[in-house]
């Protein structure tokens, strides 16, 4: 598996390497829903969390730790998504730290960006995409569940997020086998929604 920082999109979104000029429509999109990240998100990007989880992006993809991508939707940077883990030996790798601004949440955005994402990894030799979601968050369990990847089990007490709350994470993935069934549901679910 070799993953890399490339553009990738479709007629919904545009997925593309991360860049100071994503910032601000970023920092906007995070501050636009800040009870979000105080109850379901292990870290803040709201408010003056936003500037050293920039830096710690950064820093994370310059040390080939993660691969950030900005959402784009009509030129404009609604959100984030990445690859927040990998490893090449064994051909695994982890979509998470995913974000988009509350006007575009529910619609195409979320199965048309992980339709995008999860195809690159594929392509690019994966075996295995894992997905790991905050039990408390069944808004995102369900969407996670509707892009077709399956539960796998709970990890108890798996992380202490920026509040101090201790989090149970439920873990979904699909595997390489099941990518093409997956795959064409989610293109199906995609060809439903209106050109935008």
Partial sequence: MRLSVKTLENRFVRLEAFTEAHKEDLRAACDADPDLWTNLYPYSMAGEHFDPMWKRM????????????????ADRCIGITCYSSFDEVNAVCEVGGTYYHPDFRGGAVNPAAKRLIMGDAFASGARRVAFRVDALNLRSQAAVSKLGAVREGVLRQDRVTWTGRIRDTVVFSVLKPEWPDVRDRLDARLSAFPHP
Wanted: charged letters at 10%; hydrophobic letters at 70%; glycine letters at 0%.
């Fill in 58 to 73: 950064a820093a994370d993809a310059a040390a080939n730790r993660s691969i950030h991508f900005a959402v784009m939707v």
